[in-house]
Each structure stands twice: as C-alpha cells, then as structure tokens.
C-alpha cells in the first residue's frame, strides 16, 4: 500500500484535480483505489465519485455506478469492514477520524489518496504523517509560492516529528498551454532557487477540468486523446514511478 497526500494551504490551488483524476488513472492500471475527502468545507471529491443524500437527519453517500470500467463504493464507517471496489470513497474525514481512516484503507487498498482543505489544519498534519509521498500543488502566483513553501515547511517539520523524511513534490497546477508568462518563469525560478522538489509535468489550464466538475465526466472519459487527458496521464506516470522509486529506496538497508 502507499499513501499520497495532497495538501496546500490555499484553495483553488488544484488538489482536488489532482485526486480525481490520480484516483481515476491508479484505478484503471488495476491499482485498488482509496480516496479520504478530508475538505468537510467543499468535499469535492466525495461528490465527484459518489451521490449524497439525507435520510433522518444523517447524509448517506452511495458511490456512482456510471464510470467506465470501474467500480465505485462509498465507505459508511458505521461498518468496520471497508468495502471491496476499484475506488472507494471515505467523506468527511475530519481531523479526529483522519488518521485511522487512512490506515484503515491503507490495509484494504493499494493506493490512498488524501485530498485536504486548503488551509494549514490538524488534518492536514495527520494526513502528511501517514504520507509515502505528498504532493503539493501551486498555482503561477506569489501568493501560492508563499503557500506552497509553508506546506513544505511543515512537511519537513512533520517527518522530523516522526523521525523519517517524508518525500513531497511541488507540482505547478495551471500552467499556460501556450506562452509561457513570467510569472510561471519566476515561480519555476523560485522553486529552484529554494530547491523544492517537483515534477517535471505540470497540470496545465484546461477547459475540459472545469467541464469535469459540473458533469462529473473526467477528460479520459470525455476525450482520451484530448490535451487534457494526455496531459493528465504524464502526470500520473511521473508520480506512479517516484512512488515506486521512493518505496524501493526504503527497502534498501541503511
């Protein structure tokens, strides 16, 4: 099992893209998926991948039975067992269920992903302790960077608290298709300079990520051979194999 968390302490930074569509991709290269919404505020995963409704009071979510391929199952944690699917959906993990949450799926599934508030929180410190890798989207703007380096500080904080290095990359979210403005330049400078760990691939701006939102369709789905769905299966390669690369490192003897 491996845990991917993706944090950042600004909203719109990108991180829920990134879960979806990681979750999607994992899942069709027969990878058992598990996905913790612990935004409570949007829950924009949770709602991507399955349907809420309430019932006496209490919300109930039931996992979508229309993506392609795939089976989808949202854990209602009054059960103690976790559902058996190729994605299943944890919502509203908060900061005092997170934890066990994650090691819960981590012990039925083969990848987790984490997807958090944007905000510095409890949960978020959680959720980067249990991380084999924490991604950490940033936007081309100064208020990102700012963001972007206090998310890594406090990773690195928290690996020194658990006394392991916890692997985390930037990944530059919204980049231009086309020209190239300077401000991405300046950020791209910035995160070298400071020698921040990232990707190569960046997630560009694209049309069909916001159509996904409202229709719930992802752009594998809607164009496999569109710019967004390229773009977001070079992603996937990269952070797939510096996941392998960082668990076959912590096999090797110290």
Not at 2 to 24: C, D, E, F, Y
Not at 218 to 235: Q, R, W, Y
């Amino acid at each position: 099992m491996s845990v991917i968390t993706v944090a950042g302490q600004k909203g719109g930074s990108g991180k829920s893209t990134l879960v979806r569509n990681l979750g999607i991709l994992f899942a069709l290269d027969g990878y058992k998926v598990g996905i913790v919404d612990a935004d409570l505020i949007q829950q924009h995963s949770s709602e991507f991948f399955a349907d809420r409704t309430r019932e006496a009071g209490r919300e109930l979510w039931t996992g979508r039975a229309d993506i392609p391929g795939l089976t989808v199952k949202a854990w209602d944690r009054s059960s103690p067992e976790v559902p058996k699917a190729s994605i299943v959906v944890a919502p509203q993990a908060d900061q005092d269920s997170v934890g066990e949450i994650i090691q819960s799926l981590a012990d039925a599934v083969d990848v987790v992903l984490c997807d958090l508030q944007g905000s510095a929180s409890v949960a978020m410190i959680h959720a980067i302790h249990y991380a084999d890798l924490v991604l950490i989207p940033v936007q081309p703007s100064n208020d990102d960077l700012k963001s972007c380096h206090s998310t890594a500080r406090h990773v690195v904080q928290a690996g020194k608290s658990a006394r392991r290095t916890i692997p985390y990359r930037i990944v530059i979210s919204r980049a231009s298709t086309g020209f190239r403005p300077e401000v991405e330049r300046v950020v791209e400078e910035a995160l070298e300079n400071a020698k921040l760990p990232r990707l190569k691939t960046p997630v560009f701006e694209r049309t069909a990520f916001k159509r996904a939102s409202f229709s719930r369709v992802a752009p594998m789905f809607e164009d496999p051979k569109g710019g967004a769905s390229v773009n977001l299966i070079a992603v996937y390669r990269e952070v797939r194999d510096t996941l392998a690369q960082i668990v076959e490192a912590a096999k090797e003897p110290v």
